[in-house]
């Protein structure tokens, strides 16, 4: 009886022992599969592996890594969850678990784990990175930057991803910091001569630079990229009217854009703009408010369609639009300027110095300008 006891738990222990060899036998051929990119397949290894050891947790791992990496995030979670329970804690598995709350948008859960995997590994740099892209995905430019550049400190091998440097730079322009942007934006433009979006912010950024020649040879590549986009068309527009203050050159390039697209907002706001310059501003009108028809929120549209009620004596109509732009953003100095010169046209001293006041509430150097035209009434 003893001996067919003992015969009966040696062949349990030998079928447990095979069976874990398979499993392993699993596991290393999928770490092969994903050490040569095919994912798939490897995942279907790590699946065979998990089948015969439900509590292979590097297994576990290595299937939520694949998951991730076919975007298949909510699976990957449940996979990395298991990894988590049977297996120690390590600073990867946080962070394969951070990403995929992330691209599941589950930001607090994604927050949490991407800040447990810097409690045990604190130069961990993916976390930094995806921080980083975080911020930017929210406009938080300046958490951006903070991020992206610990992701670079901690970085242990040249960074060769393309986005990666035209968030960075996209950041920067946003922050005006044109310098910084354009060294980042080059970085992208080296791994990747493709991009569309690059070549716009390189163009963006040369000119807020004042490089002019440069930002239209920039914008010129954009249109040859993709000559069905406006946005080329529209950056050399403003080089025109911004820099070279050539309206007629820079309405040339809008209409261009307008054949694209004839209710394009930024440019019936630049046709707009460049009547008003030109002081026909009859013609600014219907532009303008094609302008703010595709974006309501428009502001600096709502100033210049103000401005061309005003000179054309439409005064109830540019009050509107004035207004309408200090409710769309409360510490606009441009939208009082004109709208005091306008209350001063008609006389009406008490609208006049009411603006002066908030203008002088701003610190804005348009008070002594307008100030002794409203002492004058």
Not at 276 to 289: P, R, T
Not at 301 to 323: S, V
Request: proline share 3%; glycine share 6%.
């Amino acid at each position: 009886m003893k001996n067919t006891i003992a015969i009966f738990l040696l062949s349990i222990c030998l079928a447990a022992g095979a069976q874990a060899q398979d499993a392993l036998s699993y596991y290393n051929q999928g770490i092969k599969l994903k050490e040569s990119t095919k994912t798939a397949e490897a995942l279907a290894q790590f699946r065979k592996a998990i089948a015969l050891n439900p509590k292979y947790s590097e297994a576990l791992y290595q299937a939520g890594w694949c998951q991730n990496d076919l975007k298949e995030y909510s699976s990957a979670i449940t996979y990395l969850q298991k990894a988590r329970q049977f297996g120690p804690a390590m600073p990867k598995l946080f962070f394969e678990l951070g990403y995929a709350f992330e691209k599941t948008g589950k930001t607090d859960s994604a927050l949490y784990y991407y800040g447990k995997c810097l409690e045990m590994n604190p130069g961990y740099s993916l976390v930094y990175k995806q921080l980083g892209t975080m911020a930017y995905m929210k406009d938080d430019y300046n958490t951006a930057i903070t991020n992206y550049n610990k992701y670079e400190e901690n970085a242990k091998a040249e960074i060769k991803d393309y986005m990666y440097w035209y968030r960075k730079g996209f950041s920067y322009n946003a922050l005006k910091d044109y310098t910084n942007a354009n060294t980042a934006l080059l970085k992208s433009l080296g791994l990747n001569k493709e991009y569309l979006n690059t070549y716009l912010e390189l163009g963006f950024a040369a000119s807020k630079r004042k490089l002019d020649d440069e930002a239209i040879g920039y914008f010129r590549t954009g249109m040859n990229l993709d000559p069905k986009s406006h946005i080329p068309l529209n950056g050399i527009a403003e080089v025109y009217r911004d820099n070279k203050k050539d309206c007629d050159e820079a309405m040339n390039w809008y209409r261009k854009s307008l054949q694209l697209n004839p209710t394009e907002r930024k440019a019936c706001y630049g046709m707009g703009y460049c009547f008003n310059s030109k002081e026909q501003f009859a013609n600014a009108i219907g532009y303008l408010k094609t302008a703010i028809e595709n974006e309501p929120s428009y502001t600096a549209a709502y100033i210049e369609l103000g401005y061309a009620y005003y000179r054309t004596d439409k005064f109830t109509d540019a009050e509107t639009c004035f207004n309408k732009a200090i409710e769309l953003s409360p510490k606009n100095e441009n939208a009082r300027y004109y709208a005091c010169l306008m209350y001063v046209k008609q006389k009406n001293k008490a609208k006049a110095q009411r603006m002066v006041d908030e203008l002088k509430a701003l610190s804005s150097k348009h008070v002594t300008t307008l100030q002794p035209k409203v002492n004058g009434l």
